[in-house]
């Protein structure tokens, strides 16, 4: 069964950075596509960033308010995909999921508008961004 589980979250300030993690066990994690979502105090819950599975392209893709200053990756080694943030702001306050996209589905198009295809989900991180 494919499990994912979500470290690293703290609370930073403004302008700060920070890693999460997101350890996948139960199957190899090549052959998924990774998202992180985050979610706000009432807010849905949004897509952050996404790689495609290992044995597609492994090409990344962001959401808008994260461009230029999130970067996703993964560690095939260690079964894990990180998520680096840089020049954290207020806004991006929010509980942070890893997820799988479901078996077949590779790559990553379209993650923002459906998160539906997610079907395994970590259980949150919490990040805090303020002075």
């Known amino acids: 069964q494919l499990q994912l589980e979500e470290s690293g979250g703290a609370s930073v300030h403004p302008g700060g950075s920070l890693t999460l993690s997101c350890a996948v066990s139960?199957?190899?994690?090549?052959?998924?596509?990774i998202g992180w979502f985050r979610q706000a105090p009432g807010k849905e819950r949004e897509g952050v960033a996404c790689?495609?599975?290992?044995?597609?392209?492994?090409?990344?893709l962001y959401g808008d308010p994260v461009k230029g200053r999130f970067t996703i990756s993964r560690d095939n080694n260690k079964n894990t995909v990180y998520l680096q943030m840089d020049s954290l702001k207020p806004e991006d306050t929010a509980v942070y999921y890893c997820?799988?996209?479901?078996?077949?589905?590779?790559?990553?198009?379209?993650?923002?508008?459906?998160?539906?295809?997610?079907?395994?989900w970590g259980q949150g991180t919490q990040v805090t961004v303020s002075s």
């Open positions: 790689v495609n599975s290992q044995f597609s392209d492994n090409i990344a």
């Open positions: 997820a799988a996209r479901r078996a077949g589905y590779y790559y990553c198009a379209g993650f923002v508008t459906t998160i539906e295809d997610f079907d395994t």
């Open positions: 139960g199957y190899s994690s090549d052959y998924y596509a």
